[in-house]
């Protein structure tokens, strides 16, 4: 239960007749539930600004999948990402992003997440890597990551790429309604790894975005029902379950202080998406 009294975010429109979704945020709101402030909701404009974005980051992930290939280095996998986000008028927001030096994450195996690219690291039969990355096109920011195997991997890896997917998925179905609750995400993929002998990472999350790279409200994939931010129509949001064969705890490479890796240094997956929360439920608008 969240018993914690939060502080009152949500604010009327002035000289506008009160709305479905004011009655929805100010009953949570008097129960003490953390909502979203007026900021976090979109505008159609800026709804569709985001859209275009995620156009170019799928098709971005689309084209890692078409040459990802057994020798090819990550540097190689950053080098497609770059050329083909700049020839479409648009900027990997990674690259510069709090001095990191390249324009996507490659995760290679053990490697949670922010893995750099670099020449050194070569793909081999039976790795599997995330490739994350994130489009700004005239301001707006998409985001999303994929999981690729190398050729054919062990029967416990390929499980643990299909559960992390299954872990979005859920999460994704959890939201088929809007005023959920962030903690209801957590709780429904935190089970579904559980249940698979795998574990969430909890010191990492999923997050507001669109205007900005990283916005309100965090994600986080374990949790309770009812707890954590109300998610209402306009909200758009990733969700980005990293799944740990082994322990969910991590540790930052020190040499680099980007890259994370798992604890025990057993394997690790990961699949994001960009979701906008409408009155229907969430529609994916990025893959």
């Not at 009294?5 to 007749?17: A, D, R």
């Amino acid at each position: 239960m969240n018993s914690k009294k939060t502080k009152n975010k949500w604010t009327l429109l002035p000289g506008q007749p009160l709305t479905e979704m004011d009655k929805r945020i100010l009953a949570a709101q008097d129960r003490g539930k953390l909502v979203p402030t007026r900021s976090l909701i979109k505008t159609p404009e800026q709804i569709e600004g985001i859209r275009a974005a995620g156009v170019i980051n799928t098709a971005i992930l689309d084209l890692v999948g078409e040459r990802i290939h057994e020798g090819m280095s990550t540097l190689e996998i950053d080098k497609l990402v770059y050329d083909y986000t700049i020839s479409h008028g648009a900027t990997p927001a990674c690259l510069g992003y709090e001095g990191f030096p390249k324009s996507c994450c490659t995760s290679i195996n053990e490697v949670v997440c922010h893995g750099i690219p670099n020449e050194l690291d070569i793909l081999e039969e039976g790795d599997i890597i995330n490739v994350d990355c994130t489009t700004i096109l005239n301001g707006y920011y998409a985001d999303a990551s994929r999981m690729y195997v190398i050729g054919k991997t062990t029967p416990r890896k390929q499980k643990l790429v299909d559960v992390a997917w299954e872990c979005l998925k859920i999460g994704e179905e959890i939201c088929s309604k809007p005023y959920v609750y962030v903690g209801d995400i957590g709780n429904a993929i935190a089970k579904h790894a559980h249940a698979n002998g795998f574990r969430v990472v909890r010191d990492l999350c999923g997050h507001g975005v669109g205007l900005e790279f990283h916005e309100e409200p965090d994600v986080e994939h374990y949790g309770h029902k009812g707890t954590g931010m109300l998610l209402v129509p306009g909200m758009v949001f990733t969700i980005e379950p990293m799944i740990n064969m082994g322990t969910w705890q991590v540790f930052c490479d020190e040499e680099d202080g980007w890259t994370v890796v798992s604890e025990d240094e057993m394997p690790s997956a990961q699949w994001e998406h960009t979701f906008v929360m409408t009155d229907n439920g969430v529609e994916v608008l990025t893959h």
